[in-house]
């Protein structure tokens, strides 16, 4: 994985959206953050992946986030990555549910976590039983 130079006092323009969870509403969310994302010159195939990436996060959270009304996207663009995160506030699924999980494995689901993983740099979760779950991804700018 690509790496970013940290810089102490970087420059980050913040975009925030807040779409219904529900599935309708997806494509609002790939798009928006397929403009942030344009912004900061990635290219076509970089910008198809962050887009499909954001459509498993938040079809992620319709699925798992019960009784949560909206999902919150936050875009911070920095000078050399995009940082995108993808929060709902419903009752979520149980930390240790979030996992890579061997391609072998024919249950059906959880191939989301799994492609997230592979289309973006850095992936984390914060998980919590009563007030949601928040994933972050980070997309490097490589020039």
Not at 71 to 94: F, K, M, N, Q
């Amino acid at each position: 994985m690509n790496q970013p130079v940290q810089h102490p006092e970087e420059k980050v323009d913040v975009v925030e959206l807040r779409v219904p969870c529900k599935a309708e509403w997806v494509a609002l969310a790939r798009l928006s953050v397929a403009a942030v994302a344009s912004r900061l010159h990635f290219s076509i195939d970089e910008i198809e992946d962050i887009k499909l990436a954001v459509a498993e996060a938040c079809t992620n959270a319709i699925q798992h986030a019960h009784g949560s009304s909206y999902i919150e996207i936050r875009c911070e663009a920095l000078p050399d990555r995009l940082r995108i995160s993808v929060r709902d506030h419903g009752r979520g699924t149980r930390p240790e549910s979030i996992q890579s999980r061997d391609l072998d494995d024919e249950r059906v689901g959880g191939l989301g976590v799994f492609l997230i993983r592979s289309l973006m740099d850095d992936v984390q979760y914060d998980v919590h039983p009563e007030n949601g779950t928040q994933l972050v991804m980070t997309k490097n700018l490589i020039v």
